[in-house]
């Protein structure tokens, strides 16, 4: 291998295009238009998300040391992208030699790849899924079915998803859009040995799906899982889950293969401290998480004998090489602030067309998988699903500035389009707005909008691209003088020496 | 204090009422009010919507008129454009500007306040003498909220205006849906939280909904217009300036 490179530096690659999960067919608002109109799903929706929303509020609320821990998850992860080649071979060479099998895979095509090839040679037809966010957006189902081997969802509510031919909507809560009526239909139809009186009733519900999953956990030899944290001065993996279906998966296969995206890292064991109280407060609301699972490498008579590690680039060097972007690799994947978010409240996580949906898929999809990749990238449309309210910055547990970041992919957007009406106009009140006496004519002209306001000065009807503001708004008719004009008036001279004369008495 | 009025682009051309209110409430509090004439528009619609070489003008614009050193404070009836002020001013012109004008910046920004912040922090006062007989209700907005923490000031001015019947709003933090360019582009997502904010105002029984920005009024205003609630909307600062002799100080009908 010759040592020295001299060619000229290429960015690294952002996301293949058409595999896994990291754009939609659609623009945000054009998916929006559909998903306001699912009555259900509003529904759904609105209730969880209250729900999470008041729950995360009261276990942030009770610890008094809460933006101390934030800072602290902020900085340690800040501190793994700094260090992030050093961190990343650190933990190869434990996992390594703790008996692990490392497998770098430099996007979705090479993982999905790696890990078919390794079912594929332990004579596999069906594998175990833990819960995991990296083999969602690699597409990895959709390629090991390709393969003949099936992949069966253990996590209740991807269970949910996979039955019903259904995309998840939520990180944490993927069938979040479904309620428990739509649940038992699903069941019914799809779930192998169902009880055919089954009702909704909740426990029932996961009573069915726990004597289905548990049938698949005694007989299936290989599991795949993804991984909240990767320890990287033990090679320790982590995942942290509700229900013990992802134990399951980690102990009882011959074999366990762990897909990882390379920003999981923490550099050291006892940084778990941090991140295992800002995760499940930050997720589920709660103190702590029913089941947290950790594992170095193979252990003897202890767990699968056969463990190898997928860790996976796909986007993540390209969204790091950005100064500002970058923060976004902070994500650990709580979803608080899909929870606080209010278009994702409205629209759902599917209009996100993405794997990784709300505020954080905003700023995070475009930059894995780009967005200018094609002609109209439905990813540029992501950046503006915000208002910009900011909430989500202020519960995020790693204060990831998302709002900065929309308004950052926003600017980058704009930079690559081309010259587009919308610019002309942005450059246009550009000009006149940088003059006081360009200013002024053009108030000036604005005032002609009065004629629009008929009689009671509400204008309701406006052309493009303004009729989308008067579709569901008025607007009133400007007004007959601007401030400046009323300021250099004689009746505006005389309030202020009105006030002025009251300032004085008042303080005689 | 020579205090500077930023009147922003929207108010001075669409709703001068609430600025003609601010600088009537800070010229009574004894403040020495100046209006610099070559000011104009901060640049937060287009930096929200990507144009950040187009904010650069703007930009420069305002720190042309508002870093002099004889401004002891600017002061505007908008959180979100000091909030752009203070905090994106500072990006454009690291991007795109040179040492002066990021001296320049950070100079006019220190002293760039939101009403409610210089009334409180800045004069160190709550009861501002008013009075305003109406039920009202309070929307803080996201970007005097989030983005400047102004927290519970805006109230605890409004506790202390005399008749006035203020009444809590349910789900007060929540986005109206404004957003600025957000409300175009999404124009569909931004009417649907446009309608439980007014639901939410509705449910108050109140005749006004005030808020700290005339672009988040223009929003919840303009909804319920349409709708023909019959609620209105009122500025903070007109609520403040308002007095027994003049309810509404320096309101012009607009038709």
């Given at each position: 291998m010759s040592s020295a490179f001299l060619g000229i530096p290429t960015p690294p690659p952002r996301a293949p295009y058409a595999t896994g999960h990291l754009r939609g067919d659609q623009s945000f608002p054009d998916a929006a238009h559909t998903a306001l109109d699912n009555t259900q799903q509003r529904r759904n929706l609105g209730k969880a998300t209250a729900t999470i929303r008041g729950k995360r509020d009261r276990m942030a609320d009770e610890l008094p040391d809460w933006e101390e821990l934030r800072s602290a998850g902020a900085a340690l992860k800040a501190d793994v992208l700094a260090r992030l080649p050093e961190l990343l071979e650190r933990f190869e060479r434990e996992v390594t030699e703790r008996g692990g099998v490392v497998h770098w895979a430099r996007d979705a095509d090479e993982a999905n790849e790696i890990v078919t090839r390794l079912v594929a040679e332990k004579g596999s037809d069906e594998v175990l899924k833990v819960k995991s966010m990296a083999t969602q957006e690699i597409g990895l189902n959709e390629h090991l079915e390709s393969a003949g081997i099936a992949p069966v969802e253990t996590d209740l509510a991807e269970l949910i998803v996979q039955l019903g031919a259904d995309r998840p909507s939520?990180?944490?809560?993927?069938?979040?859009?479904?309620n428990r009526a739509e649940i038992r239909d699903i069941f019914l139809r799809e779930m192998p040995g169902v009880d055919p009186n089954l009702d909704d009733d909740p426990v029932r519900l996961a009573e069915e799906a726990r004597k289905y999953l548990r049938s698949k956990f005694m007989s299936t030899r290989v599991a795949i899982s993804g991984a909240n944290f990767g320890v990287a001065d033990t090679g320790t993996l982590s995942v942290v889950e509700s229900e013990g279906n992802g134990r399951m998966c980690l102990t009882m296969p011959e074999t366990l293969i762990t897909v990882m995206g390379i920003e999981k890292l923490v550099p050291s064991f006892t940084d778990l401290e941090v991140f295992l109280q800002l995760l499940p407060r930050s997720s589920t609301g709660e103190r702590m998480n029913p089941y947290t699972s950790m594992w170095t490498g193979v252990t003897e008579g202890d767990g699968p004998g056969e463990f190898h590690l997928v860790l996976l680039d796909n986007g993540r060097s390209a969204t790091l090489a950005d100064g500002v972007g970058r923060e976004a690799l902070q994500c650990i994947r709580c979803s608080a602030c899909l929870n606080v978010c209010p278009v994702y409240e409205r629209t759902g996580g599917k209009a996100y067309g993405s794997t990784y949906p709300g505020p954080i898929g905003a700023v995070l999809t475009p930059q894995l998988a780009g967005m200018h990749e094609s002609r109209d990238d439905p990813n540029a449309s992501l950046p503006y699903a915000s208002s910009l309210c900011g909430a989500c910055y202020d519960v995020c547990p790693v204060k990831i500035d998302i709002p900065s970041l929309l308004v950052e992919l926003r600017h980058q957007h704009v930079e690559q389009s081309r010259y587009t009406a919308e610019a002309a106009m942005m450059r246009a009140s550009s000009l006149a707005m940088s003059s006081a006496k360009r200013f002024t004519k053009a108030q000036r002209a604005s005032r002609l909008g009065r004629v629009l306001g008929g009689a009671d000065g509400r204008i309701s009807a406006l052309p493009p691209p303004l009729n989308a503001w008067t579709s569901a708004r008025d607007l009133p008719a400007p007004p007959k003088r601007t401030f400046r004009e009323w300021w250099d008036s004689e009746d505006g001279r005389e309030a202020v020496r009105a006030a002025r004369r009251e300032a004085e008495r008042g303080e005689s | 204090m020579r205090v500077a009025l930023f009147a922003t682009c929207l108010g001075d051309t669409l709703f001068p009422d609430a600025v003609k209110a601010t600088a009537v409430l800070l010229t009574r509090l004894g403040q020495e009010v100046v209006f610099p004439p070559g000011q104009t528009c901060c640049g937060q619609m287009h930096v929200n919507t990507g144009y950040q070489a187009d904010a650069l003008p703007l930009v420069r614009n305002y720190t042309a008129d508002?870093?002099?050193?004889?401004?002891?404070a600017v002061v505007a009836p908008s959180g979100s454009c000091v909030g752009s002020i203070r905090h994106q001013h500072a990006i454009v012109a690291e991007r795109y500007g040179d040492r002066s004008l990021r001296e320049r910046v950070e100079r006019a920004g220190a002293k760039t306040y939101e009403l409610s912040e210089f009334l409180v922090?800045?004069?160190?006062?709550?009861?501002?003498?008013a009075y305003f007989p109406h039920r009202v209700t309070y929307h803080p907005t996201c970007h005097s909220l989030r983005m400047l923490r102004v927290g519970d000031k805006p109230l605890r001015l409004l506790k202390q205006v005399r008749e006035i019947d203020l009444v809590e709003l349910p789900?007060?933090?929540?986005?109206?849906?404004?957003?600025g360019t957000f409300a175009l582009k999404n124009s569909e997502t931004s009417t649907a939280m446009l309608s439980d904010k007014m639901r939410a105002v509705t449910t108050t029984g109140a005749e006004f909904c005030s808020a700290g920005d005339s672009s988040c009024l223009m929003h919840i205003g303009g909804g319920l217009s349409r709708l023909r609630t019959g609620i209105g909307t009122v500025h903070l600062a007109e609520v403040l300036a308002s007095t027994e002799q003049r309810v509404r100080p320096e309101e012009e009908v607009s038709a």
């Amino acid at each position: 291998m010759s040592s020295a490179f001299l060619g000229i530096p290429t960015p690294p690659p952002r996301a293949p295009y058409a595999t896994g999960h990291l754009r939609g067919d659609q623009s945000f608002p054009d998916a929006a238009h559909t998903a306001l109109d699912n009555t259900q799903q509003r529904r759904n929706l609105g209730k969880a998300t209250a729900t999470i929303r008041g729950k995360r509020d009261r276990m942030a609320d009770e610890l008094p040391d809460w933006e101390e821990l934030r800072s602290a998850g902020a900085a340690l992860k800040a501190d793994v992208l700094a260090r992030l080649p050093e961190l990343l071979e650190r933990f190869e060479r434990e996992v390594t030699e703790r008996g692990g099998v490392v497998h770098w895979a430099r996007d979705a095509d090479e993982a999905n790849e790696i890990v078919t090839r390794l079912v594929a040679e332990k004579g596999s037809d069906e594998v175990l899924k833990v819960k995991s966010m990296a083999t969602q957006e690699i597409g990895l189902n959709e390629h090991l079915e390709s393969a003949g081997i099936a992949p069966v969802e253990t996590d209740l509510a991807e269970l949910i998803v996979q039955l019903g031919a259904d995309r998840p909507s939520h990180i944490l809560v993927p069938a979040i859009h479904r309620n428990r009526a739509e649940i038992r239909d699903i069941f019914l139809r799809e779930m192998p040995g169902v009880d055919p009186n089954l009702d909704d009733d909740p426990v029932r519900l996961a009573e069915e799906a726990r004597k289905y999953l548990r049938s698949k956990f005694m007989s299936t030899r290989v599991a795949i899982s993804g991984a909240n944290f990767g320890v990287a001065d033990t090679g320790t993996l982590s995942v942290v889950e509700s229900e013990g279906n992802g134990r399951m998966c980690l102990t009882m296969p011959e074999t366990l293969i762990t897909v990882m995206g390379i920003e999981k890292l923490v550099p050291s064991f006892t940084d778990l401290e941090v991140f295992l109280q800002l995760l499940p407060r930050s997720s589920t609301g709660e103190r702590m998480n029913p089941y947290t699972s950790m594992w170095t490498g193979v252990t003897e008579g202890d767990g699968p004998g056969e463990f190898h590690l997928v860790l996976l680039d796909n986007g993540r060097s390209a969204t790091l090489a950005d100064g500002v972007g970058r923060e976004a690799l902070q994500c650990i994947r709580c979803s608080a602030c899909l929870n606080v978010c209010p278009v994702y409240e409205r629209t759902g996580g599917k209009a996100y067309g993405s794997t990784y949906p709300g505020p954080i898929g905003a700023v995070l999809t475009p930059q894995l998988a780009g967005m200018h990749e094609s002609r109209d990238d439905p990813n540029a449309s992501l950046p503006y699903a915000s208002s910009l309210c900011g909430a989500c910055y202020d519960v995020c547990p790693v204060k990831i500035d998302i709002p900065s970041l929309l308004v950052e992919l926003r600017h980058q957007h704009v930079e690559q389009s081309r010259y587009t009406a919308e610019a002309a106009m942005m450059r246009a009140s550009s000009l006149a707005m940088s003059s006081a006496k360009r200013f002024t004519k053009a108030q000036r002209a604005s005032r002609l909008g009065r004629v629009l306001g008929g009689a009671d000065g509400r204008i309701s009807a406006l052309p493009p691209p303004l009729n989308a503001w008067t579709s569901a708004r008025d607007l009133p008719a400007p007004p007959k003088r601007t401030f400046r004009e009323w300021w250099d008036s004689e009746d505006g001279r005389e309030a202020v020496r009105a006030a002025r004369r009251e300032a004085e008495r008042g303080e005689s | 204090m020579r205090v500077a009025l930023f009147a922003t682009c929207l108010g001075d051309t669409l709703f001068p009422d609430a600025v003609k209110a601010t600088a009537v409430l800070l010229t009574r509090l004894g403040q020495e009010v100046v209006f610099p004439p070559g000011q104009t528009c901060c640049g937060q619609m287009h930096v929200n919507t990507g144009y950040q070489a187009d904010a650069l003008p703007l930009v420069r614009n305002y720190t042309a008129d508002f870093a002099d050193e004889s401004i002891d404070a600017v002061v505007a009836p908008s959180g979100s454009c000091v909030g752009s002020i203070r905090h994106q001013h500072a990006i454009v012109a690291e991007r795109y500007g040179d040492r002066s004008l990021r001296e320049r910046v950070e100079r006019a920004g220190a002293k760039t306040y939101e009403l409610s912040e210089f009334l409180v922090d800045v004069l160190g006062v709550t009861d501002v003498g008013a009075y305003f007989p109406h039920r009202v209700t309070y929307h803080p907005t996201c970007h005097s909220l989030r983005m400047l923490r102004v927290g519970d000031k805006p109230l605890r001015l409004l506790k202390q205006v005399r008749e006035i019947d203020l009444v809590e709003l349910p789900g007060a933090e929540e986005c109206c849906g404004f957003g600025g360019t957000f409300a175009l582009k999404n124009s569909e997502t931004s009417t649907a939280m446009l309608s439980d904010k007014m639901r939410a105002v509705t449910t108050t029984g109140a005749e006004f909904c005030s808020a700290g920005d005339s672009s988040c009024l223009m929003h919840i205003g303009g909804g319920l217009s349409r709708l023909r609630t019959g609620i209105g909307t009122v500025h903070l600062a007109e609520v403040l300036a308002s007095t027994e002799q003049r309810v509404r100080p320096e309101e012009e009908v607009s038709a």
